[in-house]
């Protein structure tokens, strides 16, 4: 045993010496190394001989509308989970987002069933292992169009953005978002009282300008009623209204350095060291086309005229996102109470669903239909973002989140969040009346004795009219509010959900054990094609469909014949996966039939892992 050894090379063989020099020598030049001994996960050694496949848990399925996207909850090591989604997606998501354990060393990070605490002296290494063979997987995923948002916080902010340099490369890389996930700061900090998060985004391939064709496009923000405001048709401009904009810029340029005179016959010069934004041609036809305001006098400088009907329907992100805009830590708590209000705190650093359907605003629209992933799904916030956004906006997003089942998270949690999400639930609310307010000055202090006894006195009249009275010292001003307890129903956005766990098959490739994976890849291949609805089966076809196609698995090849017999009934596009023991093309068998698709199986699923696996 190499590591064993540790540095005693002396008593290194000639064998030993040279598998170690080139392994040194495979390194690479730049970015992390670490020791890989060290850093070994116990699911690999857990899964050594076997293959994952998914096995549905029926007990849990919903379904409430057909019309509805059918979202995905897989209960499992997320490793193994990705290698399954490496053959039924790949190449078919569309965003990723992820909240991985942030490796405080506080408990958040457990390797091994083992918490990774802050004396642990191969803490980032571990890390870094561990997120290096899930985040490759994922980018095999995603679409040429897609994108992944990854939250962490200065633990291992500068890890993670050097990680990620290695596996989308650096021209990918399209942000580091500040989140801001507190709404009020620590006086008990040692030094600086930590407020933010970041979200890291790259893209599977980055635009180099707006007008390239293919890659990532990020959407505009929708304009808030705010921002319109700003506009308005003071000369009754047939365009609408407008806001103006300088017409000088600081990129001096001599050709553009010009004098302009305004209607009322003064002239004037850009400021010093600027010049105009356009030419002087330019400028003219601009004023011809009543595109160029001087004000209501027409003695100002000039002014561009932006018109809100020409400007694109979108704002351009900024990457500094408030709590006011997307919410925060203790928002993110409080609507998980909501829905489950009997879960114990659990996560440090929920996210809140305004900043979940930001990310799904810029990454995905309700035009098209996306495919949502979340590979750490924790308390299945992601997925009631995804339902609420696809309600709101009419979208087709569908959600595959992938979680395990510490401390029952899957189960308890996770699941029937979506469930009561999906179907609807009962919550406690409150109503507070305001039962008492005095701002205090400093003369009304020297009577406080009094304003005391008269809120003691407000108090005492009402304790029997309220569940809970509340006081409140804020902004000089003493209050005390009434707070009556009711229960209220929050109606379901409807929606499907199929939940999945990871099992296992015997990797050694023979004959029996192909045979096997075929029949327990039935729900792989049911999700590679999002065919759930079963139409028929026996003991050598299974027949499954959605609204756009049907699926069809074939485990014995005599059978073929009997399944063009019910295909051919079929009015839609049809995907056929049959058993074979080497690779078979089955094409001409189906040669005579049109929109059909034939796979062999199971070398399909294997190539995929023996590429993971090696």
Request: glycine share 6%.
């Amino acid at each position: 045993n190499l590591f064993a050894k540790k540095n005693k090379y002396a008593d290194w063989s000639k064998e030993e010496l040279v598998k170690r020099v080139e392994g040194l020598e495979k390194r690479k030049r730049y970015g992390f190394v670490w020791d890989e001994e060290r850093t070994k996960e116990k699911f690999e050694a857990d899964a050594e001989g076997k293959l994952p496949v998914l096995k549905e848990v029926k007990s849990k399925d919903i379904k409430t509308d057909p019309d509805k996207p059918t979202h995905i909850l897989i209960e499992g090591d997320n490793y193994h989970a990705l290698s399954v989604l490496s053959y039924t997606h790949e190449r078919k998501v569309d965003v990723i987002f992820i909240d991985p354990p942030y490796n405080t060393g506080s408990g958040d990070f457990i390797f091994n069933d083992k918490i990774v605490d802050i004396e642990d002296g191969y803490r980032h290494s571990k890390w870094l292992a561990f997120m290096k063979k899930r985040l490759q997987l994922a980018r095999g995923l995603l679409k040429p169009t897609g994108a992944i948002f990854i939250t962490i916080d200065d633990n291992e902010a500068a890890h993670l953005k050097v990680l990620c340099e290695e596996i989308f490369h650096p021209e990918n890389f399209i942000a580091q978002i500040c989140w801001q996930k507190k709404f009020s700061p620590q006086n008990d900090a040692t030094y600086f009282s930590d407020m933010h998060d970041f979200i890291l985004v790259y893209a599977k391939k980055a635009k180099a300008k707006k007008s390239d064709i293919g890659g990532f496009d990020l959407m505009g923000l929708e304009r808030t009623d705010a921002m319109n405001d700003r506009y308005s048709n003071p000369d009754k401009d047939p365009r609408g209204e407008w806001t103006s904009g300088d017409f000088s810029v600081k990129t001096y340029s001599a050709e553009y350095d010009y004098p302009i005179k305004t209607p009322s016959g003064r002239v004037v010069n850009p400021p010093s060291g600027y010049s105009r934004r356009t030419s002087k041609k330019r400028f003219q036809e601009m004023v011809d086309d009543n595109r160029i305001s001087f004000g209501k006098d027409g003695n100002n400088v000039p002014r561009i005229k932006r018109f809100l009907s020409e400007i694109k329907e979108g704002i351009t992100p900024t990457t500094w996102w408030t709590h006011k805009e997307v919410g925060h830590n203790q928002e993110a708590k409080q609507e998980l109470k909501e829905i489950l209000p009997d879960v114990e705190e659990v996560f440090d650093t929920p996210k809140p669903i305004r900043l979940l359907k930001r990310i799904l605003e810029l990454s995905t629209t309700p035009e098209l239909p996306a495919v949502v992933l979340d590979f750490f799904a924790g308390s299945g916030s992601t997925a009631q973002a995804v339902l609420e956004l696809n309600e709101s906006d009419g979208g087709k997003r569908q959600c595959v989140l992938v979680t395990n089942n510490e401390n029952k998270i899957a189960t308890d949690i996770c699941y029937p969040r979506i469930e009561r999400v999906i179907r609807g639930y009962e919550y406690e609310g409150s109503l507070q009346s305001l039962l008492f307010e005095r701002k205090l000055t400093l003369n009304q202090l020297k009577t406080g004795n009094e304003i005391y006894e008269e809120y003691q006195k407000v108090r005492e009249e009402n304790k029997d009219h309220f569940d809970q009275l509340k006081g409140e010292f804020k902004d000089n001003t003493i209050s005390l509010w009434g707070i009556k307890k009711n229960v209220s129903t929050k109606p379901g956005v409807g929606g499907n959900l199929k939940y999945f766990k990871t099992s296992f098959v015997p990797s050694e490739p023979t004959d029996k054990n192909k045979e096997l994976l075929t029949k327990e890849a039935v729900e792989m291949l049911c999700l590679r094609e999002n065919t759930f609805d079963l139409v028929s089966e026996n003991e050598t076809i299974k027949i499954f469909c959605n609204k756009d196609h049907y699926t069809g698995i074939i485990f014995d090849q005599l059978s073929i014949p009997k399944f063009k017999k019910a295909a051919s009934k079929f009015d839609k596009p049809v995907s056929v996966y049959i058993f074979s023991l080497g690779d078979d093309d089955f094409a001409d068998e189906f040669a005579d039939m049109k929109k059909v698709k034939v796979c062999s199986i199971p070398e399909a699923i294997l190539r995929v892992y023996r590429r993971i696996f090696q």
